[in-house]
């Protein structure tokens, strides 16, 4: 089925979006792999003074110490949950770019299991950040969700002569997105 010219663009900006965190993630998995058999604290150390950061301020202090309990078996498994992740987004990406219903459902549900963590972090400690990552995230599984609903609609109204669903509900054409 066709799907309507502003859906398409909808969804590979969203998938635009995934792949972009896919790719920063993976960079950040051969960052971890980049340390191995150093000493990792110096090299925390290192990217706080690169950055320009106060090593005494809590977050480059807690980050200098969280470097120091790394080992190299930690590393690598840190390095294969990202590689994980990316190849996820990268998944996900190319199902949004291609319009693929399994790559919209896979976005709505990553998205929503983002939500409940998302959530709790802002009401824990709320910052703009953390509103804007939620309002993003809302943001992309409602779109995500809508296209996913309003093509099925136009689906059921393309199969069905009579223009009724297997609940009895009408569909009306959700979205603007063709019926045919």
Known sequence: MSIHRSAAT??????????LKGFLVMAAGV????????????????????????????????FIEAATAL???????????????????????????RARAWGEWLAIL??????????YALVNR???LKAALLLVT???VAYVGYVRLARRCASRL??????RLSNGDRCTNVG?????
């Open 176 to 180: 603007g997105l063709p019926q045919g």
């Open 10 to 19: 909808g969804l590979r900006t969203v998938a635009t979006f995934e792949a």
């Open 71 to 97: 080992t190299d078996t930690h590393l690598w498994l840190l390095a294969c949950a990202a590689f994980a992740y990316a190849i996820a987004r990268g998944v996900e990406a190319y199902g949004l770019w």
């Open 31 to 62: 960052g971890l792999l980049s340390v191995l058999h150093q000493d990792v604290q110096q090299a925390a150390e290192s990217v706080v003074r690169r950055l320009h950061l106060d090593p005494a301020r809590y977050y480059p202090r807690a």
């Open 138 to 140: 809302v943001g992309i």
């Open 158 to 163: 393309s199969r069905s002569s009579s223009a």
């Open 126 to 128: 709320p910052t703009a």
């Open 110 to 119: 990553s998205g929503a299991l983002y939500l409940p963590i998302e959530i």
